[in-house]
T-cell receptor
């Protein structure tokens, strides 16, 4: 079974600085998708960024980028120029390309942004 | 595009009562998913539908849980004889085939 591990329960960053959130996963599959979701307090989960495992190029969405290391099964999220609105719980998720039903989530990292 | 909606947003019930939640996916999304999220943890998969067919159920989905998607549009999740351990946020998500899942705001269930 696939597992997703986020080893940092809490992180903090100064506004305008850069922070990296870690995620590792375990799978025997070669074709899959990885996601970072953001869940602000009492608000719904939204997609931040997505990475297809077959793509070597790291995904980027504005201030958000990933460092995808397939061999190491690592998928970290870098947030540049952090803003107060980035404060939220961040979840890393895995989904198999063969079984596109469930996604497996980590337990999340709570990000605090200090003004 | 109005996004995924869920109703109710909050539900308080007494132990032993039945509850039903509704999820309306993004229109034209053929896949619909249910997850459960407890405080401080990530969402856990419960079940998913492709159109009206329920294709996978988690071991977490005990006999007291049932989900339906009768016309391939909205879905309901029913919990019978609720227990205090059922208290959680129930999240619904939808996607177009194998694409990204988009989540609703969730229904927070409190069982007293």
């Amino acid at each position: 079974a696939q597992t997703v591990t986020q080893s940092q329960p809490e992180m903090s960053v100064q506004e305008a600085e850069t922070v990296t959130l870690s995620c590792t996963y375990d799978t025997s599959e070669s074709d899959y998708y990885l996601f970072w979701y953001k869940q602000p307090p009492s608000r719904q989960m939204i997609l931040v960024i997505r990475q297809e495992a077959y793509k070597q190029q790291n995904a980027t969405e504005n201030r958000f980028s990933v460092n995808f290391q397939k061999a190491a099964k690592s998928f970290s999220l870098k947030i540049s120029d952090s803003q107060l609105g980035d404060a939220a719980m961040y979840f890393c998720a895995y989904r198999s390309a063969a079984n596109a039903g469930k996604s497996t989530f980590g337990d999340g990292t709570t990000l605090t942004v200090k003004p | 595009d109005t996004g995924v909606s869920q109703d109710p947003r909050h539900k308080i019930t007494k132990r032993g009562q039945n509850v039903t939640f509704r999820c309306d996916p993004i229109s034209e999304h053929n896949r619909l998913y249910w997850y459960r999220q407890t405080l401080g943890q990530g969402p856990e998969f419960l079940t998913y539908f492709q159109n009206e067919a329920q294709l996978e159920k988690s071991r977490l989905l005990s006999d007291r849980f049932s989900a339906e998607r009768p016309k391939g549009s909205f879905s309901t999740l029913e919990i019978q004889r609720t227990e205090q351990g059922d208290s959680a946020m129930y999240l619904c998500a939808s996607s177009l085939t194998t694409d990204t899942q988009y989540f609703g705001p969730g229904t927070r269930l409190t069982v007293l």
